[in-house]
Every structure is written in structure tokens, then in C-alpha cells.
Nanobody
Framework: QVQLVESGGGLAQAGGSLRLSCAAS????????MGWFRQAPGKEREFVAA????????DYADSVKGRFTISRDNAKNTVYLQMNSLKPEDTAVYYC???????????????WGQGTQVTVSS
């Protein structure tokens, strides 16, 4: 089992920045690929970014490429999502998740956090 807890969400203005953190406990964090997903009201949960166990492979959704950066610190059992140049359409609940493979498919992820709200005002 892996327990995931997100933090760092909140309210930001368009063009601003936020940094999300996801702290993991339980089984070895470094053994998992990690992903960030988001879900806006009335919409499906969608892929945002993913990072492999040693950060060699990183993947981003086209909608956030160039604005968001995913990283991880295996010594701290934490994955981060730095979000810059925020847009109102980035407003959603953001979830981190753990998987044995790096993937854009939410079905591939076995463990999920409870989510953190990000709201971007125009």
C-alpha cells in the first residue's frame, strides 16, 4: 500500500504560479512511477504529467507542456508539480497517483491521493 497526500493548492490569478506537493508513505516510493491528474467540475479526470522512477522519462499533456514541471525527490518521498503561467482553464482538483508503469491512462494507476483544489481567476 502507498498513501498519498497532496498539498499546495489554492487560489491564483491568471499568469501566476502554484507548486503542488504529493507526499508518499508506505511501500518504497522510489519503486513507483508517479502521475498528476486533474478533474474539473462535470469533466472526466485527465492526465497532466507523469515521471518515471528515476525521473529519466517525463511526459506532459499538450495543454500544460511548457508551463508545468513535474519532479520528484525520492529521498523525501515526494513528487512535485510546479505550475507557471496559470490559466483559468487550469482550475480543477489535482490528484497525484502511483503506478508500476509510466502512463497517461488513469486506469494504470493503483494508488491515489485525495486531491487538492486549484482555482485560477481571470
Amino acid at each position: 500500500q502507498v498513501q498519498l497526500v497532496e498539498s499546495g493548492g489554492g487560489l491564483a490569478q491568471a499568469g501566476g504560479s502554484l507548486r503542488l506537493s504529493c507526499a508518499a508513505s508506505g511501500r518504497a516510493f522510489s519503486g513507483y512511477c508517479m502521475g498528476w491528474f486533474r478533474q474539473a467540475p462535470g469533466k472526466e479526470r485527465e492526465f497532466v504529467a507523469a515521471i518515471s522512477r528515476t525521473a529519466i522519462v517525463i511526459d506532459y499533456a499538450d495543454s500544460v507542456k511548457g508551463r508545468f514541471t513535474i519532479s520528484r525527490d525520492n529521498a523525501k518521498n515526494t513528487v512535485y508539480l510546479q505550475m507557471n503561467s496559470l490559466k483559468p482553464e487550469d482550475t480543477a482538483v489535482y490528484y497525484c497517483a502511483a503506478s508500476s508503469v509510466i502512463s497517461r491512462a488513469k486506469e494504470q494507476y493503483d494508488y491515489w491521493g485525495q486531491g487538492t483544489q486549484v482555482t485560477v481567476s481571470s
